[in-house]
């Protein structure tokens, strides 16, 4: 088994490289890579072990945003040299501080339309944990205040089950709406970088997204010729998702990799895709396609 998606607690997933590591080991995963969010601070801290105990090998990986059309996508960058990718100025340098600064400001801005749209909230709201997201903050926030049922039935649906995030801070058409796909790079930017530090380019979970027509997404992404790959085995594929992009993937002459995209347990298995239920082979292992 392998797993070319882990995130750890360099990024936002919620372990660190040593116990991941250990874990990948333990579990018998023969091939790992950390793709941490802009960031190749798992390369820093596997710098400084004694990997010699493991018998899990590691390929670099990482994992960048880029805008497309106006919406922030996802591209995977594996088997590159960390050292000379880390001097690029894609790589997001701030500290925790700093996220959690930019992260307060947006929040600022949503009490702001939250106090035109006359639901209550408290004034002294404020995140100060780096993953917090201020629309994920601000959602359970209003839950809390009685008086905001009315208008959050409408907002959330009686169970609150809409989100927040999506329906309004990412919709171009509501008054809560923040871009967050300013400053972000292109496509074809991500994948210069990658490229010329020696790596494949591999784009990430594209049936991981909401709104969009995913395979027009996949033909216009190759369409920029600057595709080695494409995840195929991903935790929020189904089997027919993973069997079109195989397909696609063979047509094209393309890699596929699998990865479980981990978080944190509970929400994804280390070595599974498909929700858990399909072993990530080594089939899935950034090679070409032949028969199926
Ligand atoms: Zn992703
Ligand atoms: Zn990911």
Not at 118 to 132: A, V, Y
Not at 146 to 171: C, P, Q, T, W
Not at 183 to 188: D, F, R
Not at 223 to 237: A, F, K, P, Y
Request: hydrophobic share 35%; net charge negative.
């Amino acid at each position: 088994m392998i797993d070319l998606h882990i995130h750890t607690t360099c990024s936002d997933g919620q372990l660190t490289v040593k116990q991941l590591l250990k874990k990948a080991n333990s579990e018998g995963i023969s091939v790992i890579s950390f793709c941490d969010h802009n960031v190749l601070g798992a390369y820093q801290v596997l710098d400084n072990m004694d990997l010699s105990k493991y018998r899990t090998k590691i390929i670099t990986g990482i994992e960048f945003d880029f805008v497309f059309k106006h919406k922030d996508f996802h591209m995977l960058g594996y088997d590159f040299d960390w050292k000379m990718m880390n001097k690029s100025n894609l790589i997001n340098t701030k500290s925790d501080e700093e996220i959690i600064q930019e992260e307060n400001k947006k929040l600022t801005f949503l009490k702001e339309v939250c106090r035109k749209q006359g639901i209550k909230f408290d004034e002294d709201l404020i995140i100060s944990r780096k993953n917090d997201k201020s629309s994920t903050v601000m959602k359970y926030h209003m839950m809390e205040f009685k008086e905001n049922d009315k208008i959050l039935d409408e907002m959330l649906g009686k169970n609150r089950e809409k989100s927040f995030a999506r329906g309004y801070v990412h919709n171009p058409n509501s008054p809560f709406f923040i871009d967050e796909t300013i400053g972000l790079p292109t496509a074809i930017d991500v994948a210069n970088l990658i490229h010329s530090c020696g790596g494949k380019v591999v784009l990430a979970h594209p049936f991981d997204y909401k709104d969009i027509n995913h395979k027009q997404y996949i033909q216009d992404i190759y369409n920029l010729g600057i595709l080695d790959g494409i995840e195929c085995l991903h935790t929020r594929h189904g089997i027919e998702q993973i069997e079109y992009i195989k397909c696609f993937c063979q047509k094209n002459n393309l890699l596929i990799t699998g990865g479980s995209d981990f978080h944190r347990e509970l929400k994804q298995t280390l070595g599974y895709g498909a929700s858990g239920t399909i072993p990530i082979t080594e089939e899935y292992c950034l090679k070409n396609v032949d028969n199926f």
